[in-house]
């Protein structure tokens, strides 16, 4: 894991202790996961995890994209808290706000390799 983005969530309280979602709460997670529900944003945020402070170039050559179209995929995390950035001489550089993120992204990982009956190695 990259070294700019911690490990684990902060402690909260585990999930059968939480209320039930009410309305209100339930759209804005909906929200939250419709700007997740984005093959491109999820690569990003993946190549976020496995690169080490990375930069916009860096990122659209990890994913090979071009460097503008990242660029809207990432203001559009950054706008939403999801990132953050730091100047760095002429190069912007992005990193994961809430290691939940990171963790969401494993489980949903697992998740897939679960459901589809596959190893982390993508062997049946």
Same mark, same amino acid.
């Given at each position: 894991?990259?070294?700019?983005?911690?490990?684990?969530?902060?402690?909260?309280?585990?999930?059968?202790?939480?209320?039930?979602?009410?309305?209100?709460?339930?759209?804005?997670?909906?929200? !939250?996961? +419709?700007?997740?529900?984005?093959? $491109? #944003?999820?690569?990003?945020? &993946?190549?976020?995890? %496995?690169?080490? =402070? *990375? /930069?916009?170039?860096?990122?659209?050559?990890?994913?090979?994209?071009?460097?503008?179209?990242?660029?809207?995929?990432?203001?559009? !995390?950054? +706008?939403?808290?999801?990132?953050? $950035? #730091?100047?760095?001489?002429? &190069?912007?550089?992005? %990193?994961?706000? =809430? *290691? /939940?993120?990171?963790?969401?992204?494993?489980?949903?990982?697992?998740?897939?390799?679960?459901?589809?009956?596959?190893?982390?190695?993508?062997?049946?």
């Amino acid at each position: 894991m990259a070294a700019s983005a911690p490990s684990s969530c902060p402690p909260k309280a585990p999930l059968l202790e939480r209320p039930l979602l009410d309305a209100p709460l339930a759209k804005e997670l909906a929200s !939250l996961f +419709d700007v997740l529900a984005s093959g $491109t #944003r999820l690569r990003l945020l &993946h190549a976020l995890v %496995r690169l080490d =402070d *990375p /930069c916009m170039g860096d990122l659209a050559e990890a994913v090979g994209m071009k460097p503008q179209a990242v660029s809207n995929q990432l203001r559009r !995390l950054v +706008d939403l808290g999801i990132l953050t $950035t #730091r100047r760095h001489g002429t &190069h912007i550089h992005y %990193r994961i706000v =809430d *290691p /939940c993120l990171i963790r969401l992204l494993h489980h949903a990982l697992c998740l897939h390799e679960e459901t589809r009956g596959q190893t982390s190695t993508g062997q049946p």
